[in-house]
């Protein structure tokens, strides 16, 4: 597997760490913008766990890509976030795929709606935890969730934080930048960039005050203290003490412009 | 024009199917024990079982199925629908993008003669004044997305939902209008000729005592419902209104209320409510219920791990092997 930046999917973060999926690209104003639609194969040396089913029309791909970097090996856990369908809606394509395969997360309504698999769901809450063998994946709470059931999730080892919508924001491609992280993005994001998804996945920032929830979020960060934080929407960030105020400056932007946070709010310093 | 006959009488039942009114609008559905698989965003305090439905719309040979029902539930929807309207052309309308209005679909769309979707974007804009640069690019990238996503699964043809597009069934017309409280982009409907509004989620909370299909209950349960209930339903799905200004949410409920008389309810789960002073109760009490909402603190989502020795043990575990570091980008 690829194991450094060519400018597209898949890619390797770590020697056990897959990025897959892909983006979706459109035109505005004479420039390219893609969204990410990202998905995590996590290999530790009993067991792998994949993160989040991903988007149907990288289905194949993805599926490609995650038997290419198991090399042989099964796939254990499948962890959908939450019960949104670029999160969940494949998964059972995959529990097809691999028929021993567990889903694990926060998954009390799946057995509703997927009767099918219901002797394969193993319901999991925050702070509980999968041993992988080498490395556990700890589920976490999502300060940042558009639905209820979201789950953020911590892999001890390289300590990569999977968060889900969380942290999502788009990336301009002229550079091919689908598989850069942010450190090494020839761009340098705005808040803008991360405003869109704080109106669309989390439209809740539209209209509630998000700055309720930044003593959360930077003490998870304090607890957790993440090398990498891994979105589904989103480059992945390998500089969170650059860009977690980016991330917050484009929600309270949402909140400016749905009218609960004051037009004069100063943004979040940078580090 | 069908009025809303009396409770016992429209609220017939064959089967899986619950007549609302007869020959006009069923309800196709079952239900789930609340004790033994309660949804997560159906509130602790909740009881007994709660209908899980979609709606059938029929005017002549046309036909509107609104939402998909539980895939829990496809043999009782399944032979609903064949009892309903056969291999008659219907269309269906998503009131959401979420597991129980749209899972079924892919089978429904290849047993049943489904002419047109109708889905909705995930972009809502809910009336707050959009910068053009967003609003065309959130436009364009969901259209690609959602187009692509539909095109996977189904062949039927997409119509996206816009408010101001009426979906023609036979000869009635059918409003789409976007919801005031929402998680992902939700459209109620709104069917002038019998006055009911499809609320999808929204006010999809009433449960019955016993087991069985969709059921409507009237003015004199409505009465008994207290506000702390309606408060608890809300939380539980749209919890990020705890805590949060929600004049504008009651603003818009009071202006669609003023706009659009509504004889009956019908969400995606829960009782339909039927009767017109049934729905004006029901929506007072939703104001009041959405107040105190504004009111609740917001709690720590920390709570469960701070003090938690198998997480801080976990968390204390450091990787000193180079090996774990991110691979950078070579020139």
């Known amino acids: 597997m690829i194991d450094h930046s060519v400018g597209r999917l898949p890619r390797m973060l770590t020697p056990d760490i897959l990025w897959t999926g892909g983006c979706v690209e459109f035109d505005s104003f004479g420039r390219k913008y893609h969204g990410h639609m990202s998905s995590y194969l996590v290999l530790g040396s009993k067991k792998t766990f994949l993160v989040d089913t991903g988007a149907p029309f990288h289905r194949h791909k993805m599926m490609k890509d995650v038997e290419e970097c198991l090399a042989g090996r099964p796939l254990d856990y499948i962890f959908p976030t939450h019960c949104e369908y670029p999160h969940a809606g494949l998964l059972p394509i995959w529990m097809e795929r691999y028929p021993n395969a567990i889903a694990v997360g926060n998954l009390h309504d799946y057995p509703l709606f997927f009767p099918k698999l219901k002797d394969r769901i193993l319901e999991m809450t925050e702070g509980q935890a999968v041993d992988l063998g080498d490395r556990h994946i700890l589920f976490l709470p999502a300060i940042w969730r558009d639905f209820k059931d979201t789950m953020w999730a911590f892999e001890t080892t390289s300590r990569v934080m999977f968060v889900a919508d969380g942290f999502a924001f788009l990336h301009f491609h002229d550079e091919n930048e689908c598989d850069r992280t942010t450190s090494e993005s020839a761009t340098e994001p705005t808040a803008k960039l991360f405003q869109h998804y704080g109106e669309t996945a989390l439209n809740w920032s539209l209209y509630s005050d998000v700055r309720d929830t930044f003593d959360d979020l930077d003490e998870l960060i304090r607890m957790v203290k993440p090398t990498m934080i891994a979105g589904a929407h989103g480059p992945v960030i390998d500089n969170p003490e650059l860009i977690v105020p980016y991330a917050k400056a484009g929600l309270i932007l949402a909140g400016q412009k749905g009218g609960v946070i004051p037009a004069d709010t100063a943004p979040p310093a940078v580090a | ?331």
Not at chain 2, 60 to 80: C, K, N, Q, Y
Not at chain 2, 105 to 129: R, S, Y
Not at chain 2, 237 to 242: P, R, V, Y
Not at chain 2, 280 to 293: F, G, R, S
Request: charge should be neutral; proline fraction near 4%.
């Open chain 2, 1 to 331: 024009m069908p009025t809303s006959a009396s409770i016992m009488s429209a609220n017939s039942q064959e089967g899986g199917i619950c007549i609302l009114i007869p020959g006009r609008l069923f309800a196709i559905g079952a239900s789930v024990d609340l004790k033994k698989s309660r949804p997560l965003f159906v509130h602790d305090a909740q009881s007994g079982w709660l209908p899980f439905q979609l709606f059938v719309i029929k005017d002549g040979t046309d036909t509107l199925i609104v939402d998909t029902g539980l895939p829990a539930h496809e043999d009782v929807i399944r032979d609903g629908l064949r009892q309903l309207m056969g291999q008659d052309a219907a269309q269906i309308f998503a009131t959401r993008r979420e597991f129980e209005t749209i899972e079924n679909l892919p089978w429904m769309l290849q047993e049943f003669n489904i002419k047109a979707l109708h889905l909705v974007n995930t972009m809502m804009t809910a009336g707050v004044q959009t910068v053009a640069f967003f609003e065309s690019l959130a436009a364009a990238m969901e259209l690609a997305a959602s187009e692509a996503h539909v095109a996977s699964i189904v062949g039927a043809k997409v119509q996206w939902v816009k408010e101001a597009n009426s979906v023609r069934v036979g000869g009635l017309t059918i409003e789409p209008i976007r919801s005031p409280i929402y998680v992902l982009s939700t459209y109620w409907l709104y069917e002038s000729d019998s006055r009911t509004l499809f609320s999808s989620d929204t006010w999809a909370f009433l449960s019955r005592s016993q087991d069985g299909g969709a059921c409507a209950v009237g003015e004199a349960r409505i009465l008994g419902v207290t506000v702390d209930e309606i408060k608890n339903h809300l939380i539980a799905k749209f919890g990020m209104l705890q805590g949060t200004d929600t004049r504008p949410v009651c603003n818009r409920i009071r202006d669609l209320f003023d706009r659009y008389r509504v004889d009956r309810i019908c969400p995606t789960y829960g009782c339909v409510i039927e009767g017109q002073k049934a729905v004006a109760n029901l929506v007072e009490k939703t104001i009041e219920a959405l107040v105190l909402i504004e009111r609740l603190p917001r709690r720590s989502l920390l709570d469960g791990l701070r003090d938690n020795p198998d997480v801080a043990r976990l968390l204390r575990k450091r990787s000193s092997s180079s090996r774990d570091t991110l691979i950078k980008a070579t020139q």
